[in-house]
């Protein structure tokens, strides 16, 4: 060991005694700061992390270990050293580790002058330390690789220009095999082997924050072979040609075809090993959960999860295929023999197909794609069946995967939230696995399963739907045992005794238009009626009878109870699903609540909260009297959970209007929420950090008023990052950030006031936040050139959403129970007034299961507010939905899926900052990495001429 460490000091002083090592390193600095800052432009992505430094690694790393290592054998052969290397009483193996060692401790010098980055990111945002420690220590181990291959490379030329393009050659190639513009010309099976066989696809996961075995291990076997290359073609040397030696060089070669074989083999073997693998992102994103695993726990029948994926397949698309598959492993060993996975290619097993087809609804997707020399269209299937009994749920490309276009135009496409996606499916599967004769057995409910078609006018395009709807309907009503009635109706045809305008006035259904540029119109809608509720069933022109079936079990199943929980929804106006319109926007957000959860329309009129309600949402309550206060007290008396979005102004937009306008929001919940321990101040909230958004501004040309529109820093828009998060909570500990958009501040109660409650602030302002007390929220630049608003004085953090749980006192208790001033219906033959009146207690504390979540703003899930957002290409609006929708997880308790979404939602994001400081930071590093590079030459380039010069002989000694 001690002569390997004096061969790798000689080559580390050779280096540093000229300017080859600084020149070297020097541009692998520039060249990845420049990707870093530019090319993956990272102030524009936003987010507080270094992959885009470790995705150019590998290419990187090729050009630097190729310049680092042409010279170690080239050179001792040119200046005929390498003939004394070779008489010397030292092993070859020693002088080929020495000069390993002394490569890949400059590969490690330069790594550490690029942990500027890490440093200075950490004080720009929450930085995740778990995949950078991981990336560094991946990037080594691929380095050891290329320096390897290097070393033998050299080892056969003794010309240094030779060897460099050689070592780039043949690195290049390796990592070219994983590429996606070689893999895109294979199918998925031949796509993957390639991944497995390329340097730089064998990277991504260690980008990503995973240390998997297998590409530790792929890395170290082409280091080991690559080396035992480079110690045999150095002792070839020493061989003579002649017949004496043939038998020895015979014997090497078979070695190094059975060592090759043996280091394929154990890469091979390990492919089948999913879970030896160390997760390094601070959530534990890429592994599955403990809350999964109890889930998988529960399983009494096998759990079949089925990849349908086609050897042919869009080439951003084909990466993503053993991500899933290595899931989908995981889940079968964590499901201890429940669990059955399997993968199948539609195209080339015809049953398959047909079963995917005819039973699941599942059909090839179109991708486009372009190549060099043309473009094409591809039909391949990306969907997961997940079915457990006669259960099923299928997971299609728009439910797995999320492309984001990047600041340099290219398109990255990754999964969305895998686990999630899967345990979601599951548990709904698992828990609605209960046939139809079950919930038909036990319903007292009369149903009706409705067609509304106007046969004569269809399209072709749907003229075969009516058939399949009707197959469906009548399938599941001869297994209903006469509780499920099917009607068709024809608003067209005068013997129905409806025509379209009753039609439009009972159902809420109108007519669609046959084409874009036509009159005519059609009705096509099939509904389910229970009792007085009617639940719209989706249709879709390619649809079969199998795919209807399961959107007629899965409405069956929605608006039965004990299968989802609901959450009774109340808006301005009332709200509907799918029947109508809200007078007030707020549709968006129910439609991401309508895939977890059964919702209802509540109406509070008559002074109660219907029981199948598990949590009250109220969307900007407003205009309520006592008895509808009364039903929302009593409702939480009772221990539920309420949740209440609602600020003191809302937007005023009537027909027509061209300006942004807020009025008072009169008749809320202010008083009660009061007695509860939180208030609604009557005031604003405006901060310096905030989300730029296009307003209309007016600006005076020559005399004439001109609205346009202006994307500027909007102080109403408040940017609740990381820093303003409550990190103990479910609720918001996990989400990037959010916007809260004309928020009113929430004042809480002293604690002494709080008995028998917990209070948790979920989100405050950042410190840099003030009041503002007037409804107008036009920006005046030409008088507040900064923000187009006056700033405030009383600087500080203000609290924007709050949790309560405990007891809670009602504000009835010592008030007048409005039931008793309300009119009360007379039975029939009686006068109303000696109507027998028989009223529940006035509950007047609350169960301790009782919960409130408060936040201080509901126009930041108004369809208008997002439909802006998405019109200018931001997505923040989806944190908001996200919270939303992790509120009510918490307030139902279901904290299992709220956790799972929590890990893989997790988006670390920059502090906002102003660009003459993102330059400074910019070059900052560029400085750090410059001062460390001369630092470190001129201290190896002193110790050189101060010492005396190593000779060969000291290695020997």
Not at 316 to 330: G, H, N, S
């Amino acid at each position: 060991m001690h002569q390997t460490l004096a061969v790798a000091k000689k080559e580390l002083k050779a280096y540093f005694g000229s300017p080859m090592a600084p020149i070297f390193i020097g541009a692998f600095l520039l060249a990845a700061l420049y990707s870093f800052f530019w090319l993956e432009t990272f102030f524009a992505r936003g987010l507080a992390d270094i992959r885009p430094l470790f995705r150019w690694m590998p290419l990187l790393m090729i050009f630097l270990t190729a310049a680092l290592t042409m010279r170690q054998w080239s050179e001792e052969q040119r200046m005929g050293t390498m003939e004394v290397l070779l008489t010397l009483p030292v092993r070859l193996g020693q002088l080929v580790a020495g000069k390993f060692l002394a490569v890949l401790a400059l590969i490690g010098l330069a790594l550490a002058f690029t942990l500027g980055l890490p440093l200075t990111v950490s004080l720009m945002g929450n930085l995740d330390w778990g995949p950078v420690v991981g990336g560094y220590l991946g990037v080594l181990f691929m380095a050891a690789a290329y320096i390897a291959i290097g070393l033998f490379v050299s080892s056969r030329t003794d010309n240094q220009i030779v060897a460099l393009l050689i070592t780039v050659l043949v690195c290049g190639f390796c990592y070219l095999l994983g590429s996606a513009g070689l893999t895109g010309f294979f199918g998925n099976q031949a796509g993957e082997v390639l991944r497995n066989l390329g340097t730089g696809s064998r990277f991504d996961n260690i980008e990503r924050g995973v240390i998997d075995l297998r590409d530790l291990v792929y890395y170290g076997s082409l280091t080991f072979f690559f080396l035992w290359l480079n110690t045999v073609s150095l002792e070839s040397k020493r061989w003579s040609q002649g017949a004496a030696t043939a038998s020895h060089r015979r014997q090497v070669k078979i070695a190094l075809v059975l060592v090759g074989a043996n280091l394929l083999a154990a890469n091979v073997w390990l492919n089948s090993v999913h879970t030896l693998r160390l997760d390094l992102t601070a959530d534990r994103r890429f592994s599955i959960s403990p809350v999964t695993r109890q889930l998988l726990g529960e399983l009494q029948e096998p759990l079949i999860l089925r990849g349908y994926f086609s050897e042919k397949t869009h080439p951003l698309l084909a990466p993503l295929v053993p991500q899933i598959r290595d899931m989908l492993k995981e889940y079968a060993v964590a499901g201890h023999g429940k669990v059955q996975v399997s993968f199948i290619d539609p195209r080339n097993d015809q049953a398959a197909e047909t079963e995917a087809n005819q039973l699941y609804n599942i059909k090839p997707v179109p991708f486009q794609v372009a190549g060099r020399y043309e473009a094409s269209v591809v039909n391949s299937y990306f969907n997961i069946l997940v079915k457990y009994g006669d259960q099923f749920v299928v997971l299609g490309f728009d439910d797995l995967v999320e492309a984001k276009q990047r600041p340099d135009g290219q398109m990255e496409v990754g999964l969305r939230n895998l686990e999630y996606d899967l345990t979601k499916s599951i548990k709904k599967v698992l828990y609605g696995f209960q046939g139809l004769d079950t919930i038909f057995a036990r319903t007292k409910t009369e149903l009706t399963l409705a067609t509304i078609v106007t046969p004569a006018t269809l399209p072709k395009a749907v003229a075969g739907l009516p058939a399949q709807i009707q197959e469906a309907a009548e399938a599941v009503a001869k297994e209903s045992g006469g509780k499920l009635k099917v009607v068709t109706i024809d608003p067209d045809d005068p013997a129905a005794g409806i025509n379209r305008e009753a039609v439009s006035q009972r159902f809420g259904v109108k007519p669609l238009r046959a084409s874009l540029l036509s009159d005519q119109t059609f009705y096509l809608a099939l509904l389910l009626k229970v009792g007085d509720r009617v639940e719209p069933i989706p249709l879709a022109a390619d649809m079969n009878a199998a795919a209807i079936r399961q959107e007629i079990e899965a409405a069956i199943k929605r608006t039965s109870s004990g299968f989802l929980k609901t959450v009774g929804i109340w808006t301005p106006g009332g709200a509907s699903f799918g029947i109508g319109q809200s007078r007030q926007q707020y549709q968006m957000f129910q439609q991401i609540l309508h895939d977890n959860y059964n919702l209802e329309s509540v109406d509070l009129t008559d002074g109660k909260v219907g029981t199948e309600v598990d949590v009250l949402l109220l969307v900007a309550p407003q205009q309520l009297n006592d008895l509808e206060r009364f039903a929302v007290d009593q409702y939480l008396m009772q221990g539920g959970s309420v949740v209440v979005l609602s600020g003191s102004y809302q937007l005023d937009l009537p027909p027509g209007a061209q300006t942004l306008n807020l009025k008072p929001v009169q008749g809320g919940l202010n008083d009660l929420l009061a007695t509860y321990g939180v208030a609604i101040d009557p005031t604003l909230v405006m901060d310096r950090q905030n989300e730029p958004f296009p307003v209309p501004v007016n600006r005076d040309i020559g005399g004439v008023t001109v609205q346009e529109i202006k994307h500027i820093a909007y102080p109403f828009f408040v940017d609740v990052r990381a820093s303003g998060m409550n990190p103990k909570s479910p609720i918001v500990a996990n989400l990037p950030a959010v916007t809260l958009n004309w928020p009113s501040p929430l004042l809480l109660a002293p604690k002494e006031k709080l008995a028998g409650r917990k209070a948790v602030v979920l989100l405050q302002s950042s410190p840099s936040a003030w009041l503002y007390r007037d409804a107008s929220i036009q920006p005046d630049f030409r008088r507040y050139p900064q923000y187009g608003f006056p700033v405030g004085t009383d600087v500080q953090r203000r609290t924007l959403a709050v949790a309560l749980t405990g007891t809670f006192p009602s504000y009835f208790a010592n008030r007048p129970d409005p039931r008793q001033n309300r009119p009360l219906p007379a039975k029939p033959g009686k006068d109303a007034a000696a109507a027998p009146v028989t009223l529940a207690p006035v509950i007047a504390k609350s169960a301790d299961s009782a919960r409130l979540v408060v936040v201080g703003s509901s126009e930041f899930i108004n369809d208008m507010v997002i439909s802006m957002a998405q019109a200018t290409g931001q997505e923040r609006f989806m944190n908001s939905l996200a919270l939303v929708q992790n509120i009510v997880d918490w307030s139902v308790e279901d904290d299992a899926l709220l956790a799972i979404r929590s890990r893989g939602s997790q988006t670390r994001l920059l502090y906002p900052m102003p660009r003459r400081e993102q330059a400074f930071w910019e070059w900052l590093n560029y400085a750090l990495a410059l001062a460390a590079l001369i630092g470190v030459s001129w201290y190896g380039f002193r110790r050189r001429h101060r010492e005396q010069p190593m000779q060969l002989d000291d290695v020997v000694s």
